[in-house]
């Protein structure tokens, strides 16, 4: 009798298969929302984490304001990375990340582009001729509403003096990269993206750098939601340890601890 049982017991467990968190890695991934300016370097340090722990990272990206307001809206993010400090304080106020896993981690500058091709040459400083050399064109950059490096923008060209003759010449694109797909497709003959995306499109180059003094300072925080899975945590350590400095060097961003 105790045979039957002990074979009906293994059966049983054949049967049911091995354990739902081995037989569903998605169970088991973490989901970063990502600003769309670490694209390439967040996808690279996923990779990584991933070898050395054997846990799988998603990745959604798009502008700062859209994944934010994703989150306020219960979409199950773990981890949120901003590209300024405006939506992550967005969400903390509404208690939607926790507060003590939240770091700034890497800086960036902000630059003026052209199709790699363009003849253009300007030199950014108050009153530069910018609405000018655009012609009958636009400049494209985020949606100064809402993306970060329209908001960059717009207050760089404001306290240079001349966002007046722009503001009715902008593509409001809906995040820094949408916007240097534009410049990148020759669709437009300037556009103002952070350096770290310039230096990744062969087709582009840049005009020069905006004065650091013409804007706030460009800053990346980092913060676990208030849903994420224990595992995250160790997701964010790694960004920020020396793997992670190494990788985002490489792409152009500076660290910041």
Same mark, same amino acid.
């Given at each position: 009798?105790?045979?039957?049982?002990?074979?009906?017991?293994?059966?049983?467990?054949?049967?049911?298969?091995?354990?739902? @968190?081995?037989?569903?890695?998605?169970?088991?991934?973490?989901?970063? %929302?990502?600003?769309?300016?670490?694209? =390439?370097?967040?996808?690279?340090?996923?990779?990584? @984490?991933?070898?050395?722990?054997?846990?799988?990272?998603?990745?959604?990206?798009?502008?700062?304001?859209?994944?934010?307001?994703?989150?306020?809206?219960?979409?199950?993010?773990?981890?949120? %990375?901003?590209?300024?400090?405006?939506?992550?304080?967005?969400?903390?106020?509404? =208690?939607?990340?926790?507060?003590?896993?939240?770091?700034?981690?890497?800086? =960036?500058?902000?630059?003026?582009?052209?199709?790699?091709?363009?003849?253009? !040459?300007?030199?950014?400083?108050?009153?530069?001729?910018?609405?000018?050399?655009? &012609? !009958?064109?636009?400049?494209?950059?985020?949606?100064?509403?809402?993306?970060?490096? &329209?908001?960059?923008?717009?207050?760089?060209?404001? =306290?240079? &003096?001349?966002?007046?003759?722009?503001?009715?010449?902008?593509?409001?694109?809906?995040?820094?990269?949408?916007?240097?797909? %534009?410049?990148?497709?020759?669709?437009?003959?300037?556009?103002?993206?952070?350096?770290?995306?310039?230096?990744?499109?062969?087709?582009?180059?840049?005009?020069?750098?905006?004065?650091?003094?013409?804007?706030?300072?460009?800053?990346?925080?980092?913060?676990?939601?208030?849903?994420? !899975?224990?595992?995250?945590?160790?997701?964010?350590?790694?960004?920020?340890?020396?793997?992670?400095?190494?990788?985002? !060097?490489?792409?152009? %961003?500076?660290?910041?601890?």
């Amino acid at each position: 009798m105790k045979k039957i049982v002990g074979v009906w017991l293994v059966l049983c467990v054949l049967l049911a298969g091995p354990p739902a @968190f081995a037989a569903d890695p998605e169970a088991r991934a973490i989901t970063v %929302f990502g600003a769309a300016s670490l694209t =390439n370097v967040l996808q690279d340090l996923g990779d990584a @984490f991933t070898r050395e722990t054997s846990i799988p990272v998603k990745f959604s990206f798009a502008a700062s304001s859209t994944l934010a307001r994703q989150i306020e809206s219960g979409a199950p993010a773990d981890v949120f %990375f901003s590209a300024d400090l405006d939506w992550m304080d967005y969400l903390q106020k509404r =208690n939607l990340i926790q507060p003590q896993s939240r770091h700034d981690v890497v800086s =960036n500058r902000l630059v003026l582009i052209c199709p790699a091709d363009s003849t253009i !040459k300007l030199k950014i400083e108050a009153n530069f001729p910018l609405a000018a050399a655009l &012609g !009958k064109h636009r400049l494209a950059t985020g949606d100064p509403d809402s993306v970060p490096v &329209g908001r960059y923008a717009q207050e760089a060209l404001t =306290n240079l &003096g001349i966002w007046t003759d722009l503001t009715d010449r902008l593509i409001r694109a809906d995040s820094v990269r949408s916007a240097l797909a %534009f410049v990148d497709r020759g669709e437009a003959p300037l556009g103002i993206v952070y350096e770290t995306d310039a230096l990744i499109d062969k087709n582009v180059r840049i005009v020069d750098v905006f004065p650091i003094n013409s804007h706030a300072p460009i800053v990346y925080p980092i913060a676990l939601t208030a849903t994420a !899975k224990p595992a995250a945590a160790k997701l964010i350590d790694f960004i920020r340890g020396p793997g992670g400095d190494a990788a985002f !060097k490489a792409y152009g %961003f500076v660290a910041m601890h």
